[in-house]
T-cell receptor, first 112, second 113 residues
Framework: AQKVTQAQTEISVVEKEDVTLDCVYETRDTTYYLFWYKQPPSGELVFLIRRNSFDEQNEISGRYSWNFQKSTSSFNFTITASQVVDSAVYFCAFGSARQLTFGSGTQLTVLP | GAGVSQSPSNKVTEKGKDVELRCDPISGHTALYWYRQSLGQGLEFLIYFQGNSAPDKSGLPSDRFSAERTGGSVSTLTIQRTQQEDSAVYLC???????????FGPGTRLTVL
């Protein structure tokens, strides 16, 4: 069975600080997919990124960047120069054949 | 284009009543999923539909829960004889095919009094 661990329950930073959200997964599958979703106070889960297990290239999208390392089974998410609008719960998720297995989420609060 | 839509957005019911929650997936998406988000359990998979294949019901917590998908599009999640522990946000997602990215609807917040 798959397992996703987000050890950081809550993080609070001051605007413009960089912040990294950790995600560690466990699986015996050789082909899988990793995701990050954002859940703002409005409640809707917003897709941020998907990585395939065979593609360990890191990715940068604006202020967001993701570091995928199979050797440590980690898929960490960094927000550079955080903004108040980044405040949300962030979920890491694992997908193989069908459903997603989610981590417990990290509540990020960015203070002005 | 239009995203996943769910109705109602909020539902308050009394213990023992049946409820139906509706999901309209993104047009053209063949896969549809139901998840439940509750304080104690986080985000849990409930059921999955892919095309005309038999649904994967492995996540349904009890036989009071059922779901159907008509015409390969709209899906209804039914909870019979609701209990207080059924109170949660029920999220629907759809994807183009299996293994494709899942896009989520806004959810239905169910409160069982």
């Amino acid at each position: 069975a798959q397992k996703v661990t987000q050890a950081q329950t809550e993080i609070s930073v001051v605007e413009k600080e960089d912040v990294t959200l950790d995600c560690v997964y466990e699986t015996r599958d050789t082909t899988y997919y990793l995701f990050w979703y954002k859940q703002p106070p409005s409640g809707e889960l917003v897709f941020l990124i998907r990585r395939n297990s065979f593609d360990e290239q890191n990715e940068i999208s604006g202020r967001y960047s993701w570091n995928f390392q199979k050797s440590t089974s980690s898929f960490n998410f960094t927000i550079t120069a955080s903004q108040v609008v980044d405040s949300a719960v962030y979920f890491c998720a694992f997908g193989s054949a069908r459903q997603l297995t989610f981590g417990s989420g990290t509540q990020l609060t960015v203070l002005p | 284009g239009a995203g996943v839509s769910q109705s109602p957005s909020n539902k308050v019911t009394e213990k023992g009543k049946d409820v139906e929650l509706r999901c309209d997936p993104i047009s053209g998406h063949t896969a549809l999923y139901w998840y439940r988000q509750s304080l104690g359990q986080g985000l849990e998979f409930l059921i999955y539909f892919q095309g005309n294949s038999a649904p994967d019901k492995s996540g349904l917590p009890s036989d009071r829960f059922s779901a159907e998908r008509t015409g390969g599009s709209v899906s209804t999640l039914t909870i019979q004889r609701t209990q207080q522990e059924d109170s949660a946000v029920y999220l629907c997602a759809s994807s183009l095919n299996i293994r494709d990215t899942q896009y989520f609807g806004p959810g239905t917040r169910l409160t069982v009094l």
